[in-house]
């Protein structure tokens, strides 16, 4: 190391330039002669039977060049679902969703057919007259009623509505319940909800009939998760397939799915052969975009007098929608997550997943952790209240303390690892969290804002969340001739500052000039494999995946620069673009020249000892979560 220390400090930001000046490169940016558009044909009901299709009075608007339903797309699709491959024995039943509806709709806004003219105008209005005729079926909207035995289906060919059923427990629950002194019980609804980025979904596809090659730009949180849904959807071999992820103006969650109408755009560019857009307006965001939250629990905590937890049991009904988009994870970060910051001598809770006619449900903002921390912050506040104990006071005698580190908990992520809480010191992180909020003297300002007429409230709760979700991340540092260092990755930039972070790593192996460094993300292209943007796991993975991959490069650039010059690696450093002796600058070489004395001359040998190429590909394998804690406070 030459003495840099990038990674930590206080830079600018890369991505920032670009957005201050209004030349971000957003999906809607993309422009290119001959370019079709898209609208999408939505169900207006919640469960019905489609009988009949007729697209003839919107063909017949002058500008529009399609109207294909499934059977139109079918003879081009290997696989008519969208499989999503997030495998849990506990699934019950399977409800990928269709490429689009197929003989029946489940949800309001679920899309039948794609209508592709030359404007999104004449799009919009050829959709508006495309006439279906419907049976409407009962719905099933309460995910409480739809896991009864005798409730209506919410797919006419399911067995039954529910889609999985799992439980998590541990310890003596039965006996412990059985001789509790206190057990206070709590029935906890949390409403639906959705994230509503500022930029919607939205894509653009590109189809080479004689490469036989697709190309799609997605606002996705994944290029190669989207990339290998389409391989399997079209039977293409992996090097015809490529996903770009142009600017994302927010991802959050709903955009790490991969939709019915990405599929559907690219099918009707290969079938007409032109490239066609469609961009997400408001309205469709709100009815076709997934959701989350939508969680029924009822739960009991046991306590002994002094407040001291001795136990958790209950249940939870998960509303999953219409069909499984995103796998299992919501519900069961929620379960596992509950009790995490605190000692719970035992656990049980069932979970079910119910089928309902509504939008599926995925991950946003959390994905389920939130909904688990509230039951558990609101169950602490009930024994508080109770027992007329203050509500700090019973979280620290239930906190696990610093000096229990690391703490094993009876419980294992969904992945198969335990749960180890390896460190924190959660008391302090909430005595701090109080401190600030002033809630010694809250009470002195509750009666005071009382005499003016108004009402305050402060609350606070304390979480544990795991970060840093693997299984891997891949980055490639490569050094080229020009002396630019260019960096790939499979993570996915979404505002969070990636390129930045990753920048400043390499920096402080490569030169500390991040000037110098050009950051490739989210295209499926660049690397191989990928995982992508989700669950706080972009700096731990591509984030040590671009060290070992710095680190290699830094050793080979000083292995073949000792070479050609003549010295001792050990007295050979990298300052910006320049390696040279320490303390003698005249003696140097510019790491472009560098790179090029192993990129290769046709009919002259290679520096003794060497492999090709100035560059390395590392994928960082994460086996277990890391687990992070806080306490948020505040006052309303």
């Not at 049991?313 to 499984?324: F, L």
Request: charged residues 25%.
């Amino acid at each position: 190391m030459s003495g840099w220390k990038v990674f930590g400090s206080l830079e600018k930001r890369l991505e920032d330039p670009s957005l201050l000046r209004g030349v971000g490169r957003f999906l809607d940016d993309i422009q290119v002669s001959g370019m079709l558009h898209a609208a999408f044909v939505r169900s207006p009901h919640s469960h019905a039977r489609i009988l009949h299709i007729d697209s003839n009075s919107a063909l017949t608007i002058e500008g529009v060049r399609a109207v294909y339903t499934l059977d139109d797309l079918r003879p081009y699709l290997n696989n008519k679902r969208l499989v999503v491959g997030l495998p849990s024995p506990s699934y019950k039943q399977e409800l990928d969703r269709p490429a689009l509806a197929d003989k029946e709709v489940v949800y309001v806004g679920e899309p039948i057919a794609i209508v592709v003219a030359e404007s999104r105008y004449l799009a919009e209005d050829a959709a508006a007259i495309v006439n279906i005729e419907y049976e409407i079926l009962p719905a099933v909207s309460d995910c409480r009623l739809a896991v009864e035995k005798s409730s209506i289906l919410a797919h006419t060919q399911s067995p039954h509505n529910i889609l999985a059923q799992f439980d998590m427990r541990y310890g003596e629950v039965e006996s412990t319940f059985d001789n509790a002194s206190y057990i206070f019980k709590e029935n906890i609804w949390q409403h639906r909800g959705g994230s509503h980025s500022i930029e919607c979904r939205g894509a653009v596809s590109f189809y080479e009939p004689t490469e036989d090659l697709v190309t799609l730009y997605s606002s996705t949180q994944s290029a190669h998760t989207a990339k290998n849904i389409l391989i399997d959807m079209l039977g293409f071999d992996e090097n015809k397939v490529r996903v770009i992820i142009p600017d994302v103006g927010g991802g959050f969650g709903p955009k790490l799915v991969f939709y019915q109408e990405d599929v559907s755009v690219v099918l009707a560019a290969m079938i007409l052969g032109k490239p066609v857009k469609w961009v997400e307006d408001r309205r469709e965001h709100f009815i076709s975009t997934t959701q989350e939250r939508d969680q029924f629990w009822e739960v009991e905590i046991a306590v002994d007098g002094e407040g001291q937890i001795l136990g958790l049991r209950g249940s939870m009904v998960h509303d999953h929608g219409a069909y499984t988009a995103r796998g299992i994870n919501l519900a069961f970060n929620s379960a596992l997550i509950v009790s995490l910051p605190y000692k719970v001598p035992c656990y049980f809770l069932e979970v079910l997943l119910a089928v309902t006619n509504k939008v599926p449900v995925t991950p946003v903002r959390g994905a389920g952790h939130p909904q688990g921390i509230f039951v558990m912050e609101r169950l602490l506040d009930r024994v508080a209240r109770e027992l007329g104990i203050d509500r700090a006071e019973i979280r620290r005698k239930n906190l696990i303390k610093s000096d229990q580190m690391p703490f094993k908990k009876e419980l294992e992520t969904r992945g198969g690892s335990p749960v180890i809480l390896d460190s924190g010191d959660y008391l302090s992180c909430m005595e701090q969290a109080l401190e600030k909020v002033g809630y010694r003297d809250f009470s002195v300002r509750k009666e005071k804002a009382l005499k003016e007429g108004k009402y305050v409230g402060l609350g606070f709760a304390n979480y544990v969340k795991g970060t840093g979700r693997g299984p891997f991340e891949t980055v490639k540092v490569k050094v080229g001739t020009s002396g630019k260092i260019l960096v790939y990755s499979g993570a996915a930039a979404m505002g969070q500052s990636t390129r930045t972070m990753l920048s400043q790593i390499v920096a402080d192996f490569l030169g500390g000039d991040v000037e110098n460094i050009n950051v490739i993300t989210g295209d499926s292209s660049a690397v191989p494999i990928g995982i992508g943007g989700s669950a706080s796991r972009q700096t731990v993975t591509a984030g040590s995946s671009a060290l070992l991959a710095a680190k290699e490069v830094r050793n080979k650039l000083l292995k073949v620069a000792a070479t050609l010059l003549e010295v001792s690696e050990e007295d050979l450093e990298i300052n910006g673009r320049q390696i040279n002796v320490k303390g003698v600058n005249e003696i140097k070489m510019d790491i472009g020249e560098v790179a090029h004395a192993v990129a290769g001359t046709p009919g002259y040998a290679l520096p003794p000892g060497f492999e090709p190429g100035m560059e390395s590909t590392k994928n960082f394998i994460v086996d277990d979560l890391t687990f992070v804690n806080g306490t948020v406070a505040v006052e309303v």
